[in-house]
């Protein structure tokens, strides 16, 4: 038999938007054409509650699964074999059993289970009936066969799943599961702080995830060695991250002259906060010109010490757009976990020069006020610190195409 080229799509939070589904539906489709640019599709339908994808040459499936998996608004993938549907008066159960038999004559397996979902309320068999019957052909040909396999309905070890549809009839034993959430560029635009580091990658995909358009902002100092810094970094990141939304933005901003400034000028203990009050207005006029709706941060509750309730106050309480920040009740090793699992991790376990503990005070404070902070801003002139990193600035786009991440562009402009 030959190989399937039918991928199932299936979503589940979609159908909680009612009137709006029509529009979650065709970003997703949207989606799935362009994370399977360069691989020709024959069609994409949709009978009932799932989206069909059949791609025009067999052996460029496993390299589609691959690049749908990185499709948000995806509940789980499978490659089916698809059957159409039987004449009058023939009979549907041989044509189902015998595509059941191909999907796991050749798997190995100790239990297993036959699942099926009945949309088409007119197929001479229900669910259930489907279940019985063909479960039982499985469990005879295996016996036959002389593999010592039993049926387990809890928890099967594999699980061959039939889909009756008002269209064809999907049979398929393989599911790999999706990222979830909701498609991609359905929420709107937001500003990323990218730091180089597991946390702030993290946050980035968490609201890719939900459907939000990034824009990203990194702030680079020099390094210990000519030539380091931490720019590297960065555009292995934004290059790891942009398959999630197609194209993407990077902002570069020279931060050492501006933290020299606030190092001569301001006291010690607050340093880093109003390194980072700095960074959230300078990410603000970028989102502002660039259409977005907020700043996103990789803070975590608690994880040093400007991430104390007071300080995150105390730092935020400059900020006009919302502040976002999807980490902050997660600890290191959860955020790690999601860095290996969407490949950010290793990225940002490089060595980097990272900008934030330049100068950075032995005695940070713990609990720091938004007064307190305004006060030590009064020494510096904050709205020229904003203008000249947004003068100085650089601004790279990517763009993710034919399963690959590129750098397409770059400007020393605020404006591109």
Known sequence: MMPSSHIVVHYH???????NRRF??????????????????SRISRPADRLIVEIADATHVEEGLQRLTRVSGISHLAVARVLRRPSLGDDPLHALCDAAWQEICNEQFATFAVRARRSDKG??????????????YLFDKLQAEGRQVRVDLKAPALTCRIEITRGPLLVYARRILGPGGLPPNTAGRLVCLLSGGFDSAVAAYKMMKRGAHLS????????????ESSIHVARQLVER??????????????????????????PEAFRTLLYRR?????????????????????DSLGQVASQTLQNLQAVGSIAKLPLYRPLIGDDKLEIQEIARRIGTHDISEQPFHDCCPVFQSKSP?????ADALDAAEAALDVASLVDR?????SVERYRYTQGKSERVASKHTATA
């Open 13 to 19: 939070e979609l159908w909680l938007k009612g009137g």
């Open 24 to 41: 979650f539906l065709h970003k997703l489709r949207e989606a799935l054409r362009r994370a399977l640019d360069g691989i020709a599709i």
């Open 123 to 136: 197929f001479p068999l229900n669910a259930m009936a489907i279940e019985r019957e063909v479960g039982g």
């Open 216 to 227: 990203f902002v990194h702030f680079w100092g020099g390094g210990a060695a000519p030539g």
């Open 241 to 266: 991250l942009v398959p999630w939304q197609f194209t993407a933005k990077l902002y570069l901003v020279s931060f050492e002259p501006l933290q020299r400034e606030i190092a001569a000028q301001t």
């Open 278 to 298: 700095l960074m959230l207005r300078v990410a603000e006029r970028i989102a502002q010109r660039s259409g977005g709706k907020g700043v996103i941060t990789g």
């Open 365 to 369: 404070a713990l609990f720091a006020t």
């Open 389 to 393: 990193s947004i003068r100085t600035l």
